[in-house]
């Protein structure tokens, strides 16, 4: 089912997968010159230790064991030594520690790119579903690999040019297109609902502001029992539109928020309308084929697509195969699929003012707000199909997509001009493979010690066991 993926992630995961870059092998090409020589399983260990503490917030923990004598400058096999995790992850105050306690500050960091070669080899095998991954800067690709396989039963790898389904990234694709629109004179966001749909409950108090927004109050289709089942068949638009027009409203339009894939399975409907062409065909014309983004498109039922990964879950320590939606459910909603590289395309198009002007963008990342000052959730905002969040004191705009299968994130930082994509083909998630966090943890490993430190020591930060033991070789 489709969920809402914008709250923070989970404190355990971030030490876990950020910690496989000081214990895991980079995968580095066999020219690439070594900053140091291979270190001994003890100095990687003390690392590990070290490391560890930094990643928590532990001062006391830290103290401890240079205190017990641990080497302050040990680094583990990508060369990253405690000094540097406090520097990317924004522990300024640890970093100062440990240059009292005679860290070198003048070490060479580790390479971005073997960071994050590291970091994904060691949360995606050979032997299963992977993921994806596309980091760019102004412009230019810095690095773009994929990790595990598209299919696993033939053994084929995951590439920068695998398809996969991005879920409810393709919310923000929809909301461009209504704006498009906009711009176009065709429509606007102030229109009623009734408008387009004469005979919905309550469609004249409904606008598509609040269908962009999720303040509309209309019913989650996708949250009805059942809907995982029905899913799996194709089914015409009106008939899903029937499915759902007669339930109760959550709340009064424009009260509240919650978040609704029923008011964007409505806008692609009326994209539709007012186009006079199918939702996919129309964003290909208009924002695919201008952009270059050839292997992107509303997903077709029957055969797979060339190149398209499969979509796996994961429980009970194995993967399974997911459900496979036929996506005619989902519409606005969800349905498209993409590539890293395409999504790159697509953010270097929007925020380099290709797709819509500047009003349109202004209106789009501006978070909604229910009253007079309340914002629509207190740790990210939502405008027109985008979230609006901070990250280490920088703008941050973007989505996270899951549905069976699969599991994306799309974020951009424009100050920065950074750009993060990760898509997997697996949901639930495999340990680990977690688009959003990973996306952050990536983010850091180029950007931390340029974005703002962290609040001094966020002290006891909680650690799972199976970070301790990643840390440890246990």
Do not use: C
């Not at 850091?444 to 990643?470: D, F, H, K, M």
């Amino acid at each position: 089912m489709m969920k809402r993926r914008l709250a923070g992630t989970t404190a355990a995961l971030l030490p876990f997968i950020f910690l496989a870059l000081a214990a895991g092998d980079s995968a580095a090409s066999a020219g690439e010159i070594k900053v140091h020589p291979r270190p001994s399983d003890n100095e990687v260990a003390q690392a590990n230790k070290l490391i560890q503490a930094v990643l928590v917030g532990d001062a006391a923990s830290l103290q401890q064991l240079l205190s017990q004598g641990l080497d302050v400058n040990s680094h583990g096999k990508t060369s990253l030594t405690a000094y540097q995790a406090a520097l990317l992850r924004g522990e300024s105050d640890l970093a100062r520690f440990l240059a009292d306690h005679g860290a070198r500050t003048n070490a060479p960091m580790p390479p971005p790119a073997r960071l994050t070669d590291t970091l994904f080899h060691a949360v995606a095998t050979n032997h299963g579903p992977g993921v994806a991954v596309l980091v760019e800067q102004n412009g230019k690709v810095l690095f773009e690999q994929g990790y595990g396989l598209a299919d696993v039963p033939h053994h084929l790898a995951i590439t920068p040019q695998t398809k996969f389904r991005i879920g409810s990234v393709t919310k923000q694709f929809t909301a461009a297109a209504i704006l498009k629109l906009e711009e176009e004179g065709k429509l606007s966001v102030a229109d009623k609902l009734s408008k387009y749909f004469p005979d919905f409950p309550r469609g004249d108090e409904v606008t598509l502001h609040q269908l962009l927004t999720h303040t509309s109050g209309i019913h989650n289709y996708s949250a009805k029992p059942g809907f995982s089942d029905q899913a799996t068949n194709s089914s015409a638009p009106e008939a899903i539109i029937a499915s759902f027009k007669n339930d109760p409203y959550d709340f009064d339009p424009g009260t509240a928020w919650e978040y609704d894939n029923s008011g964007y399975f409505l806008l692609g409907r009326i994209i539709e309308k007012v186009s006079g062409e199918p939702y996919g065909d129309w964003l290909r014309r208009e924002f695919f084929k201008p952009l270059r983004m050839s292997s992107t498109g509303g997903q077709p039922s029957g055969p797979i697509l060339k190149h398209e990964a499969l979509g796996y879950g994961f429980g009970n320590g194995q993967y399974t195969n997911a459900p496979n939606w036929d996506l005619s459910w989902l519409l606005g909603a969800g349905d498209l699929y993409s590539t890293v590289e395409d999504l790159g395309r697509w953010n270097e198009g929007v925020f380099g003012n290709q797709v819509l002007g500047v009003a349109s963008l202004k209106a789009a990342w501006t978070p909604v707000r229910i009253g007079e000052d309340q914002e629509a959730s207190a740790d990210t905002g939502y405008g027109y199909g985008w979230a609006i969040s901070r990250f280490r004191g920088s703008l941050e705009i973007s989505h996270s997509g899951g549905i069976p299968g699969f599991s994306s994130f799309l974020m951009r930082l424009p100050r920065e001009n950074f750009t993060v994509v990760i898509l997997a083909n697996s949901e639930p998630e495999l340990p680990g493979v977690e688009p959003r966090p990973l996306a952050h943890l990536v983010t850091e490993i180029y950007l931390g010690q340029t974005l703002a430190p962290r609040p001094s020591y966020e002290a006891n930060r909680s650690v799972s066991a199976a970070a301790s033991e990643a840390v440890l070789g246990a």
